[in-house]
């Protein structure tokens, strides 16, 4: 078997001479952004890479996921490489969708890139014969927790549970054979340097809201009306009263929105919808902060008379970076990118269903740079694909030689070390519990 180093400078020689390729994916998948469930193009995209690589996989998980595995044929723990299908909706952009506004203002484009980087490293090279254990490359669908009021819709119809990717896959049992997972997302903060790793990411909750009130001329008689838009905009206020409750540790986010305010002007608001997270840092945080919305927004509606319905979903747990893992992960990003280019990262008021996967495995989210503007804004722009891409891709494929080399010594350690949170069983009674709906109306 070949030495550690030989096997490092053997994937990250094929990363390299993968470049114009792994940058054309990312260009073409940035040109082609599609919201979450609906990734058909950007899953057919990285199933024909797979099939171009002789990777065996399937498809169609949770929709549109893509999973391949790398078998060295010896025993040893599972390691899973995640990249991320989906984009946001941020019509502004310059290459969003003429159609559906969606567009990749997030990164996902590059962590498509970088997954394919590191297949190509495995798939192009006999490090495999020098590995132990188990390698699953697997695109994933819907991480960005969008367009509630659809995907309800889908779980309706019994297409999914859950309305974000990993915890579906989690559900579906397609990670049950894996052992620890990782995935590296895109920053823009010029503090998180060229590669990072955060150590926590919040949590949050999700809630789908219907005031109903009753139709009525808005100008010749609104005292026969109720006006359900009255009510969403005193709910508005009151969740804004609660603000200075939030305590500053528990980084509290809410933020709510208006996605129907009415049918027609000239008609009293009687339909009115809202979608809203509460998120937090821990998920006794959450659930103190979605007391206190649910109050305000009972309360917008009682003082008009208006029905409410509160849908409240299971949106992903908190994140916390596994120290042993992290640790190997540094270790091969500063080979790359020096001392001067790693930076500090610190808790990510932001949500990620890699939370979820924290807290039932080992997991590890590094930062990369080469980004620039807002993440989810008009201006966001992969500035440096070197940075985005092929340094997390070789970063990862190096972790994956680092443990699962000498009889997968260093991923057993990790193993060892780590508790996870919850077993998967723990961890779906918890979603359900979270999930649950609720109707008001004036006694």
């Known amino acids: 078997m070949k030495a550690v180093a030989d096997l490092k400078r ?65 025993p040893g723990p599972t390691v899973a490489v995640f990249g991320e299908l989906d984009s946001i909706l941020v019509r502004g952009h310059a290459c ?11 990164g996902h484009n590059a962590q498509i890139a970088t997954l394919l980087g590191v297949a190509s490293a495995l798939a192009e090279t006999d490090v495999l014969s020098s590995l132990s254990g188990r390698v699953a490359l697997i695109a994933v669908p819907a991480e960005e927790y969008v367009e509630i009021e659809y995907r309800l819709g889908l779980r309706e119809k019994g297409m999914i549970e859950f309305l974000g990717g990993k915890p579906e896959l989690i559900r579906l049992g397609e990670l049950d054979d894996v052992d620890m997972a990782m995935m590296v997302h895109t920053t823009t903060n010029p503090e998180e340097g060229r590669a990072s790793i955060p150590p926590s990411l919040n949590g949050c909750l999700a809630k789908f809201i219907q005031f109903t009130g009753r139709a009525a001329h808005a100008g010749g008689m609104p005292h026969k009306g109720i006006n359900a838009l009255n009510a969403a905009m005193l709910a508005l206020s009151a969740i804004h009263a609660q603000r200075e409750t939030f305590r500053d540790e528990d980084t509290v ?15 009293v608001p009687a339909d009115v919808k809202m979608e809203t997270f509460v998120r937090g840092k821990t998920v006794a945080a959450m659930l103190d ?69 924290s807290q039932i495995m080992p997991a590890v989210q590094p930062s990369a740079g080469g980004a620039t503007g807002a993440s989810h804004g008009a201006d ?45 069983a723990e961890y779906l009674a918890m979603m359900r519990r979270m999930t649950r709906e609720a109707l008001y109306e004036e006694a």
């Not at 024909?48 to 002789?54: M, V």
């Not at 649910?294 to 029905?307: I, P, Q, T």
């Not at 966001?380 to 699962?404: N, Y």
Request: hydrophobic share 45%; aromatic share 4%.
């Open 10 to 74: 053997d994937v990250c020689a094929v990363i390299d001479a993968r470049a114009d390729s792994l940058r054309g994916v990312a260009e073409e998948v940035l040109h082609h952004p599609e919201l979450g469930f609906k990734e058909h193009a950007t899953a057919a995209l990285v199933s024909a890479r797979f099939r171009e690589l002789g990777l065996a996989h399937r498809t169609g998980l949770a929709i549109t996921g893509v999973k391949a595995v790398l078998d060295t044929g010896r």
């Open 96 to 106: 969003a969708d003429a159609v559906t506004g969606a567009a990749h203002a997030c």
């Open 253 to 267: 986010r809410v933020h709510p929105i208006i996605t129907k305010g009415g049918e027609l002007v000239n008609v």
């Open 289 to 357: 902060a979605e007391r206190k919305v649910d109050r305000a927004l009972r309360a917008g509606a009682l003082a008009v008379g208006a029905k409410l319905r509160i849908t409240t979903l299971a949106g992903y747990l908190p994140y916390e970076t596994d120290p042993a893992f992290a640790e190997l992960y540094r270790a091969n990003a500063l080979s790359l990118v020096g001392e001067s280019g790693w930076g500090q990262a610190h808790h990510h008021t932001g949500s990620s269903d890699m939370g979820d996967i």
């Open 380 to 424: 966001f722009t992969i500035v440096d694909l070197e940075t985005a891409v092929q340094v997390p891709a070789k970063a990862m494929a190096m972790t994956l030689v680092d443990l699962l080399a000498d009889d997968a010594a260093n991923a057993r350690r990790v193993l060892a070390e780590t508790k996870p949170k919850m077993s998967k």
